[in-house]
Nanobody, 127 residues
Framework: QVQLEESGGGLVQPGGSLRLSCAVSGVPINNYVMGWFRQGPGKEREFVAAIRSSTDSTYYADSVKGRFTISRDNAKNTVFLQMNTLQPDDTAVYYC????????????????????WGQGTQVTVSS
């Protein structure tokens, strides 16, 4: 059984910071591309960030580049998303996802290409 469990969401004021965690069981994340996606109220699911398994190369949506950082700890089988300078537009349910060997740069940002998903964690940015 493959399971992904997100944690670390909550309520923060604009300009604040939050760190999300994704604990994975059933597969070793060092063999998988790991991604973060989000879905805001009344909006479709969108790409946030991803990290490759072999090189640790990272990818970010333009809307979060310079503010968010994705990282992994293979020994703990856990992926993190550090979110700084949060804005109201960042309010969404954040989902962790895993995929075996993304082969193109464009596919890494496509939600339908991922195989496993967590249940999501709510992030609310409001004053």
């Amino acid at each position: 059984q493959v399971q992904l469990e997100e944690s670390g969401g909550g309520l923060v004021q604009p300009g604040g910071s939050l760190r999300l965690s994704c604990a994975v069981s059933g597969v070793p994340i060092n063999n998988y591309v790991m991604g973060w996606f989000r879905q805001g109220p009344g909006k479709e699911r969108e790409f946030v960030a991803a990290i490759r398994s072999s090189t640790d190369s990272t990818y970010y949506a333009d809307s979060v580049k310079g503010r968010f950082t994705i990282s992994r700890d293979n020994a703990k089988n856990t992926v993190f998303l550090q979110m700084n300078t949060l804005q109201p537009d960042d309010t969404a349910v954040y989902y962790c996802a895993a995929r075996w060997r993304v082969v193109t740069a464009t596919d890494i940002a496509v939600a339908s290409k991922y195989d496993y998903w967590g249940q999501g964690t709510q992030v609310t940015v409001s004053s």
